[in-house]
């Protein structure tokens, strides 16, 4: 089974996906591929440098991921041509390694841990999808503390993406996370039980 795993920042996704690998699930992680789709010379990198120019590339060729962020954070339409070429390249190498995946053991749960995954249409891909959702300000406090951010940074964030009560007209499954790790473990334990069953079945 496919399962597609999202949230809003600072909402404890990819700690809840930590704790399916845990229990025996496979994590592709959305973010780590479009690093490595973005590394010189690679196709997306190509791509990216000719639409937004040379000047977004650091001394060693690498995408500057500041600039580039503060660039499309800013304009709308940059935004769209970045996700355009970015989120096909990455459904490709997602399905490749799903498939992978798969001819090693048929009955595998794999987890596509991806915070755009409503947004870019990921979600019509998967067998299933599960939304974590946690408390506004311990939302705000987890990136303020992971990312160094101003609260105001943070909230700006937030309102530039897709709410949670959006993400939820799609889930099969919603993780609560409020603070607790003990009721956070079960719950991810108990999604993973029944997908493993249907996987398996």
């Known amino acids: 089974?496919?399962?597609?795993?999202?949230?809003?920042?600072?909402?404890?996704?990819?700690?809840?996906?930590?704790?399916?690998?845990?229990?025996?699930?496979?994590?592709?992680?959305?973010?780590?591929?479009?690093?490595?789709?973005?590394?010189?010379?690679?196709?997306?990198?190509?791509?990216?440098?000719?639409?937004?120019?040379?000047?977004?590339?650091?001394?060693?060729?690498?995408?500057?991921?500041?600039?580039l962020s503060a660039l499309i954070f800013s304009d709308p339409s940059k935004k769209q041509m970045l996700e355009a070429i970015l989120h096909p390249m990455v459904f490709e190498e997602e399905r490749r390694r799903y498939q992978r995946i798969l001819e090693g053991d048929a009955g595998a749960v794999v987890i596509v841990d991806a915070a755009m995954l409503i947004e870019s249409g990921n979600h019509k891909n998967m067998d299933k999808v599960i939304v974590i959702r946690s408390g506004l300000e311990?939302?705000?406090?987890?990136?303020?503390?992971?990312?160094?951010?101003?609260?105001?940074?943070?909230?700006?964030?937030?309102?530039?993406?897709?709410s949670v009560d959006e993400k939820l007209l799609h889930a099969d499954f919603v993780i609560e996370n409020d603070g607790d790790l003990e009721n956070l473990r079960n719950n991810v334990s108990t999604i993973y039980k029944a997908l493993s069953e249907t996987a398996k079945s």
């Open 1 to 67: 089974m496919l399962i597609g795993l999202t949230g809003g920042i600072g909402s404890g996704k990819s700690f809840a996906a930590s704790l399916f690998r845990d229990l025996g699930a496979r994590v592709i992680d959305a973010d780590i591929l479009c690093r490595e789709l973005v590394l010189p010379n690679r196709p997306a990198w190509k791509e990216i440098v000719e639409k937004f120019g040379s000047d977004i590339l650091q001394e060693d060729q690498r995408l500057d991921r500041k600039k």
């Open 138 to 162: 311990d939302q705000i406090e987890r990136v303020v503390k992971r990312n160094g951010w101003s609260r105001e940074q943070v909230i700006e964030r937030m309102n530039s993406q897709m």
